[in-house]
């Protein structure tokens, strides 16, 4: 009898052992943050990856271990952004256009000439409104960490682009937006939506006349070899928004939370820094560059532009949302 209860004793303690060594396994190993995005490790957000990974490798060492897909190296931003909701991958930064089937609200940021500059942005991004639009795919399990940064897009073909008319009946690679499917079609041209790392084939195939993107991802894809002809429409402010698996954030550890917060507003502002900076750089790179014309449009000659794709903001207002549309507008500077 005592030998028997003496063996029910020893397994129950080996079994509660067991369970001990596995828990602190468990608990002990390093959190996992993947993240996936499609640009060159030489863009913006190539570079604030990278730093973003060196600096968890710094201060959170052994408690977080980040790896980084770049280029498209795991999935197209639209994949990433379900990756992020099936446990795939804990962070990307999808341009906003990638968001069409999660939030309406956010295609604000593709509506053209509605934003003067990045101040512009800045400004609303950090209102009431804009920061509420980090929490707008709450809901759907998607959690809005930072805005970052890359700059305005800039038109590119096989011919020079002065004027609307000059897009009519060219076939253009857009990112798959509403905004911008409406916005090319009162233009005249075929918008063909793609992923970003089709692009190249797509240009070399002939799939495509031309499109429009910033200046660092034109230069890290080397597109200008490909179509030579740019105009700076300043129509449309290229950015990001930073997510994550809601659920995931929210059951983070305190202490590792509350340090990648820090993390991350250092390396939002490095990324809008070098957004900056490289707008400049990468553009005077490719000028540089043979049989490479860009073209700077006038006042007159923008407003022609502003007249065909400005009547989109009255179709998406009631999807975007009346107060949004006012909040975007307000933070105008006047002074500007
Ligand atoms: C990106 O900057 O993340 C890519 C944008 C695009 O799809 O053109």
């Not at 804990?90 to 500059?117: G, H, M, V």
């Not at 700059?151 to 009519?168: C, E, I, Q, T, W």
Request: proline share 5%.
């Amino acid at each position: 009898m005592c030998i028997k209860k003496c063996h029910l004793q020893v397994t129950i303690l080996c079994a509660i052992t067991l369970f001990v060594v596995l828990l602190s396994e468990v608990y002990s190993k390093p959190i996992l943050i993947r993240f996936s995005h499609v640009v060159g490790e030489n863009t913006p957000k190539g570079k604030g990856a990278t730093m973003f990974r060196e600096l968890v490798e710094q201060r959170l060492a052994g408690k977080v271990n980040v790896e980084i897909y770049p280029g498209s190296q795991k999935y197209t931003d639209e994949q990433a952004i379900l990756g992020i909701l099936f446990g795939d991958v804990e962070l990307a930064a999808p341009s906003f256009p990638k968001f069409r089937k999660f939030s309406t609200a956010l295609q604000i940021f593709d509506l053209p000439f509605l934003f003067e500059n990045l101040n512009h942005i800045h400004r609303f991004q950090q209102s009431d409104v804009g920061r509420q639009l980090l929490a707008v795919m709450e809901k759907r399990g998607i959690k809005g960490l930072r805005y970052w940064d890359n700059g305005f897009r800039v038109m590119s073909a096989n011919k020079p682009l002065s004027k609307p008319s000059d897009l009519r009946g060219l076939k253009f690679r857009i990112e798959p937006s509403y905004v911008f499917q409406r916005q090319y079609e009162r233009l005249g041209a075929i918008a063909t939506p793609m992923p970003f790392k089709h692009l190249p084939d797509a240009l070399r195939g002939g799939v495509v006349d031309g499109y429009e993107n910033a200046w660092s991802n034109i230069l890290s894809l080397k597109l200008h070899l490909l179509r030579p002809y740019f105009t700076e429409v300043g129509h449309s402010y290229l950015g990001y928004m930073v997510v994550t698996n809601h659920a995931f954030w929210q059951n983070l550890p305190e202490d590792v939370r509350s340090e990648l917060n820090v993390i991350l507003d250092e390396v939002t502002q490095e990324v809008n820094r070098l957004a900056k900076e490289k707008e400049e750089t990468d553009k005077k790179t490719i000028m540089a560059v043979e049989n490479v014309q860009v073209l700077h449009l006038s006042g007159e000659e923008k407003k022609a532009w502003e007249d065909v794709m400005i009547p989109i903001w009255q179709e998406f207002e009631s999807v975007i949302g009346v107060e949004i549309m006012k909040a975007a507008i307000n933070s105008r500077n006047p002074i500007e």
